[in-house]
């Protein structure tokens, strides 16, 4: 047993068709139709999308092909209402649930998808997510329901899959246990989110450097102006690397070298201070995640891509070019230069969303676009003195119009 943040655990085992469609809000008897393969399950994350409404994740339709691909017969559920896709920006991905109703197919599946998993985000130079949430469960021969979940970083998800694939279910551990091996505190690192980072603070270094140059030329509103943007860069490397102590420490040098030249204030009035100061908002672990469910279009058919043939990642010959609610179906874009009636290789289809209904916003602690993050926040000034400023009460003098801010020169960034 080790301490890796993966684990996976029995979620409602032995329940019957019954009550397994009660709680995720199917119908028992769509459950039941005769399939030998996988049934792809509606996801659970929005349970007041609709009684009319089927909502499927993101990779619903590239999961089943995946497992076709590997000689699975799958299909989508469906007891006749509308399906939608569940839009749910965050850095965990989450993966359609899956039934099964034969173990040789659940390891075989399980099998399929941790190469899948590898291949989609592992192999490629892409932005990894920071975890996988997979559920699936299986249809036992006495009617019975048993539902397994998986969660954690998104390599050490893959070699569960793996390792499970290799073993009977009837052997897997009861409970939720620890199943796969340590790695970074759980923490996958992306080869692209050191190179986003390095890209920031190169560009913070050059408007630094810029904006010195500018208070030697005795501007100094060019130059605060051009350290505010620099702050800002500086900021986002440690957006895109939050555990890169050296990114933090050269945050707060910029800002103590802005303090010592131009002085730093909070605004305050009635008794609430606004934070636009990058420095600061950098100890906000925070940013935004959307919720929701759409429908979206082929860009080739024009069919419903749950229910068209077209496959995200691979390229179609001999598509007529047309537009389509107002894009090109060949490029994507509103304006260019695709002349419609002519025939096009190498393309590859999209979703273009016609319907959608966000049902949240949320304030998360891992948002999938680490820059989603907010730029300015109104708090009452005790919590600023208190959480941000962390400084001796000698160096905070407050007032009802602004505070002296001398954050910088008590904080390293740690």
């Not at 002349?339 to 273009?352: A, H, N, Q, R, T």
């Amino acid at each position: 047993m080790d301490d890796s943040a993966t684990r996976w655990g029995d979620v409602a085992s032995a329940a019957t068709v019954e009550v397994f469609a009660t709680l995720t809000g199917l119908k028992a008897e769509a459950l039941r139709t005769p399939n030998s393969g996988a049934l792809v399950l509606p996801s659970r994350a929005l349970p007041d999308s609709g009684e009319n409404t089927l909502v499927f994740a993101p990779g619903a339709k590239e999961a089943s092909e995946v497992l076709r691909a590997g000689g699975i017969d799958t299909m989508l559920y469906h007891d006749g209402r509308e399906r939608r896709e569940l839009v749910l920006r965050s850095a965990d991905v989450v993966l359609p649930m899956l039934l099964f109703a034969d173990p040789l197919v659940t390891s075989l599946a399980l099998s399929i998808l941790a190469n899948w998993i590898y291949d989609r985000w592992l192999r490629r130079n892409v932005l990894q997510p920071s975890s996988v949430k997979f559920e699936y469960a299986e249809l036992g021969p006495d009617g019975s329901v048993s539902v397994r979940r998986i969660e954690g970083p998104t390599e050490d998800v893959c070699k569960v899959l793996s390792r499970m694939a290799r073993q009977p279910s009837s052997e897997a551990p009861q409970g939720h246990r620890t199943v796969s091996s340590p790695r970074d505190n759980g923490k996958p690192q992306c080869a692209l989110r050191g190179t986003q980072a390095t890209i920031s603070l190169e560009s913070a270094r050059a408007l630094a450097a810029a904006a010195e140059e500018a208070i030697s030329a005795g501007t100094l509103d060019v130059a605060m102006a051009v350290f505010r943007k620099s702050l800002e860069k500086a900021r986002e490397a440690t957006q895109w690397e939050p555990d890169a102590f050296a990114h933090r420490r050269y945050l707060h040098s910029l800002g103590r070298r802005i303090h010592d030249v131009f002085g730093c204030e909070i605004p305050c009035q009635d008794g609430r201070c606004r934070l636009t100061c990058p420095v600061l908002l950098s100890h906000m672990p925070f940013g935004l995640s959307i919720g929701g469910y759409k429908r979206a279009v082929c860009s080739l058919c024009g069919q419903d891509v749950l229910d068209c043939p077209h496959i995200r990642g691979h390229t179609y010959n001999r598509i007529v070019a047309a537009r389509t609610h107002g894009v090109c179906n060949i490029c994507g874009e509103k304006v260019c230069g695709h002349k419609s009636g002519d025939l096009y290789d190498g393309v590859e289809p999209f979703g273009i969303v016609v319907e959608m209904e966000v049902d949240h916003i949320a304030v998360v602690t891992k948002p999938a676009d680490p820059l989603c993050v907010f730029t300015s926040v109104e708090l009452p000034h005790d919590e600023v003195l208190t959480s941000f400023l962390a400084a001796d009460p000698h160096e905070v003098r407050g007032g009802e119009a602004s505070f002296e801010c001398h954050h910088c020169l008590a904080c390293d960034g740690s």
